[in-house]
């Protein structure tokens, strides 16, 4: 009966190693119990390093306290609250979020956003209250900013007018 009331606990996350295939964490659990190099199982797809202090549900397999995983990470500090239900969200300790809100997605960072791709494509109208910035071309229209011909232009040293 004592294995089956040890098989799941408590516990605070001290250390992570994030270099290997498996993730692997230092915890400390009941008193004086330091555990190193536990095993940590997660979603698929989804991955994350919890600052040291986040608690983890750790699970004893067998009973066998020295054959423990981690199968759960939170901290309470960092938390997103408020979610409806059905939303889900990505979020870090430094308050980047990606929301799947009822009503679209929300991106936020206090930092750069970089998307990587060999083309982005958006379906819809794009809205910015910044500068937007190209380093080779913009092409509206069929019309290339940079090759662009004008018409009805006088040679020699007359300027066109602003674009209609």
């Not at 901290?75 to 889900?88: C, I, K, M, P, W």
């Not at 799947?100 to 998307?115: H, N, Q, T």
Request: with cysteine; glycine share 12%; hydrophobic share 35%.
């Amino acid at each position: 009966m004592r294995k089956l009331l040890m098989m799941i606990s408590r516990a605070i996350i001290n250390l992570v190693d994030d270099t290997k295939d498996v993730q692997t964490m230092q915890v400390d659990a009941l008193a004086d119990e330091t555990h190193e190099d536990l095993e940590v199982f997660g979603l698929y797809g989804v991955g994350s390093n919890p600052p040291p202090g986040s608690e983890a549900i750790m699970a004893a397999v067998g009973g066998v306290r020295s054959n423990s995983v981690i199968i759960g990470v939170n901290n309470r500090t960092f938390r997103l609250v408020g979610l409806e239900s059905g939303e889900v969200a990505l979020f870090d300790d430094v308050d980047q979020v990606v929301h799947l809100k009822r009503d679209g997605i929300y991106l936020s960072s206090p930092f750069k956003v970089e998307i990587t791709a060999p083309n982005t494509q958006i379906n819809g109208d794009l809205n910015c209250t910044g500068t937007i910035t190209a380093t080779t071309n913009v092409i509206g229209g069929g019309k290339s900013l940079k090759t662009h011909k004008h018409t009805g232009v006088t040679a020699g040293g007359s300027q066109t007018g602003e674009p209609a």
